[in-house]
């Protein structure tokens, strides 16, 4: 592909042509211009990440809180203040596993741990109130809007996989559940795979599955220090699925793409 300026363009579109072709996104094809769009770059596998991204975690998260809020904590503090506190402990515990501090598999039972000290349940059983926590977050596999069309329609036309931090116990029922494990070219499950994004061995175990090469794979999450880390690890392309609010912390490079939902990438991938 070559850029030729030969073409009788205003001088001012040439220039906003050249920094264009500089980005990468568009080009010149005889005396046409063309943009390029996500379906010339030569990707064959989307890596997705599964709660916030495909999946709506909250409504799973309200389930699981609910159930437990009802066997363990109704006499001793209202559901609101519960919550709260279960799901600020819940992100610490998150952070810690990010953090390589903590094991998944150590996570249902340290949460319920924890929260039960929090409300100064002593007694309380964690080991099973970890186990049915995860049993209500199970139960429920919500798509997020949209994500569903656009996740099957893509399955068409590309390799697509799940690489997850979430617990076995709770992403495998709901993969299930919404009936999409044969369309999987790869199912990474940290607490499975022995290896937790950002680590790059989740991401190589994810490509090595799918037989794909990295430079051939697109990622999307819509976390940064789990998703985007482990797709810069991995010398993988990043499309960050933007949670509302959120700005890229300033050490991270702009990530290849920017969407505010799943249901966008229809438009970027044709
Ligand atoms: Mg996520």
Known sequence: MELSFSINYPLCFRLVLWAAFMENSCCVVGDRIKVLAMADLPYELILFDVDHTLLDFEASEENALEICWEEYFRQAVDFGTYAAAFRKINLGIWHEVEAGKLKPVHVSQERARRVLRHFGLRGGDAAKLGRRFAEGLAAVAKWLPGAE????????RYKVGLVTNGLTTVQHPRADALE???????FQISEEAGIMKPRIGIFEKALKEAGCSADKTLMVGDSVRSDFQG??????????VRPVHATMPFQFPKPAYGIESVEELNALLP
Request: glycine content about 0%.
């Open 231 to 240: 797709a810069i690890n991995a010398e993988i392309d990043f499309c960050w």
């Open 180 to 186: 999409i494990k044969p369309l999987l070219s790869t």
């Open 149 to 156: 069309t656009t996740f099957r329609t893509l399955a068409k």
